[in-house]
């Protein structure tokens, strides 16, 4: 998931063209765009929950070109998820992982361009009503579900992530807190949810959020090159190899699939970024994405690759707990990446929120809600009664993520079900699927059997890899230990390290990622 998503909506300025290019293309259909539509209630056009401070009326002077589009595509992409990919080519193996890194980059370039397709074919330029008009109803809240499921799950991870690392930098400063590391770091995510999560996602201005949100790209950028140069730097060569090291492959290409996966998705903002676009065709959005996707998917080669080579078999699920403690520059990356964490959070949440309300809406009217007009902000409301549901519904969805949580102190099972359950149906399945339906083509036809490819791939691997998953998801994974190539030489004789002036057990060798 991008920690970067929503840059593109504040530099687009997607209001009077957009929209009037959207019902250029609508009306030129096949017809299936009907009054009735879900594109009022596209949850997934991320500018539906921004409201313009200039007022509605006043018009974009230009779109964008296509180098904008494309950067602002890359940031749609580029996110919090680049932090797994050591961990999965741990999980793959090395030489298998990078392997499976260029299919999933070249599997999401084929299906952001599918998604494209079906919106000209549907006459429906957003998520929701391309599903609608292939599958109906039961095509709609299948969507509906794995949208909310998606950012959702991201906001827990989120919250482990800021945990985790949050808790390093403050023992850091105070070290007698390193002691009780559990309480601190529970203590970490109570303090962000209260009094920096909740007013964020309360706040009713999203576009100032949106604005400031390009702050997300440039810290993972900023990480990106603090990684890189531990490893030139030889700072971390004390880390053990073991067998498991530099083995091409192994079993777990599943879960390190799910991982990248989640990595790259993007989709739920495609159709924003294609009606940004001046003169948009459909081979002009080929070269955008072609060339988004291919950057994105360099700057994951280069974190898993320079985290990788610089812990090897003990890469953890987030990158960031293999530094030690007392690391200054990794500490401020630390800072870094928990600051791209919470300017991303309050958009999963506006859109968790914005699902939840349209389906009780839609329930109780058993009709499609067309109760957000494209030039206002959804969550700007006008009816007190209104305003206190849109309160009690986000704070409601924070706290659910906030208690889920704890559950699991580690980043890489998280990712991995994210990414098997929701972002890999988001990604390949339904996109497939949507094309298939609304194709013309036979089943076995060259431009459908592609498509049937895809969602081929994408079910069997969510289906075995929620097999393989579930059961271990908790599992024995632990955080808040001091890795054993973090000690001082002196201390290899008893096992215990004072790092910062606390005691600490040592893991003997540290020789695996359940460390």
Not at 270 to 299: C, K, N, P
Not at 417 to 431: D, E, Q, S, W
Not at 493 to 510: H, Q
Request: charged fraction near 15%; aromatic fraction near 10%; glycine fraction near 8%.
């Amino acid at each position: 998931m991008s920690a970067a998503v929503a840059l593109p909506f504040a530099l687009c300025g997607l209001q009077k063209e957009c929209r009037a290019f959207y019902r250029e293309h609508q009306t030129a259909s096949t017809g299936k765009g009907s009054d009735d539509s879900v594109e009022a209630t596209a949850f997934d056009d991320i500018n539906s929950l921004m409201k313009r401070e200039d007022g509605a009326n006043k018009p974009v002077e230009t779109l964008s070109s296509l180098p904008q589009a494309s950067f602002n595509y890359i940031n749609s992409i580029v996110g919090s998820g680049v932090i797994g990919i050591p961990y999965a080519l741990h999980r793959a193996g090395f030489g298998l992982g990078l392997f499976l890194l260029v299919i999933v980059a070249v599997i999401t370039d084929y299906s952001l361009i599918l998604m494209v397709r079906c919106g000209h074919l549907s006459g429906r330029f957003s998520y929701p009503g391309v599903m609608e008009a292939a599958y109906g109803k039961a095509g709609y809240y299948l969507l509906s579900l794995l949208q909310f499921m998606y950012p959702f799950l991201a906001m827990i991870s989120y919250n482990v992530v800021v945990g985790d690392t949050l808790s390093k930098v403050l023992v850091r400063l105070v070290p007698s807190w390193g002691s009780s590391m559990g309480a601190v770091r529970f203590g970490v995510v109570l303090v962000v949810t209260i009094f920096v999560v909740i007013p964020l996602c309360l706040y009713k201005n999203v576009s100032r959020l949106a604005k400031a949100s390009f702050l997300s790209l440039a810290c993972v950028v900023l990480i990106l090159l603090a990684v890189v140069y531990r490893l030139l730097s030889g700072d971390y060569g004390v880390v053990p190899d073991t067998p498991e090291s530099w083995r091409f492959a192994h079993t777990d290409l599943i879960p390190a699939v799910g991982i990248m996966a989640f990595a790259f998705m993007c989709h739920h903002n495609t159709f924003l970024v294609y009606q940004s676009m001046q003169d948009a065709t459909m081979e002009r959005w080929e070269r955008v994405t072609h060339i988004s996707v291919g950057f994105a998917w360099l700057v994951a080669a280069l974190f898993g690759i320079a985290g990788y080579c610089t812990f090897r078999a003990l890469s953890q699920g987030d990158l960031l707990e293999n530094y030690c403690w007392d690391d200054d520059l990794m500490n401020f990356a630390r800072v870094l990446f928990s600051v791209s964490i919470l300017l991303t959070f309050p958009i999963e949440c506006f859109v968790s929120r914005e699902i939840v309300r349209t389906q009780v809406r839609r329930f109780y009217s058993h009709e499609a809600v067309e109760s957000y007009d494209t030039d206002a902000d959804p969550s700007h409301v006008t009816g007190e009664e209104d305003d206190r549901q849109s309160m009690i519904t986000t704070l409601l969805i924070v706290f659910a993520a906030f208690i889920i949580s704890p559950y699991t102190e580690c980043l890489g099972p998280v990712l991995e079900l994210n990414g098997l359950l929701a972002a890999i149906p988001l990604a390949y399945v339904l996109p497939g699927l949507a094309y298939i339906q609304l194709s013309p083509h036979s089943l076995f036809s060259q431009e459908k059997l592609p498509a049937a490819g895809l969602v081929l791939f994408g079910t069997i691997v969510t289906i075995s890899g929620a097999a393989i998953l579930m059961p271990n998801l908790i599992g024995d994974c632990r955080t808040g230990i001091i890795m054993g190539y973090c000690r001082d030489d002196e201390l290899a004789m008893n096992g215990t390290a004072s790092f910062a002036g606390v005691a600490t057990t040592l893991a003997p060798n540290c020789v695996t990622d359940k460390v």
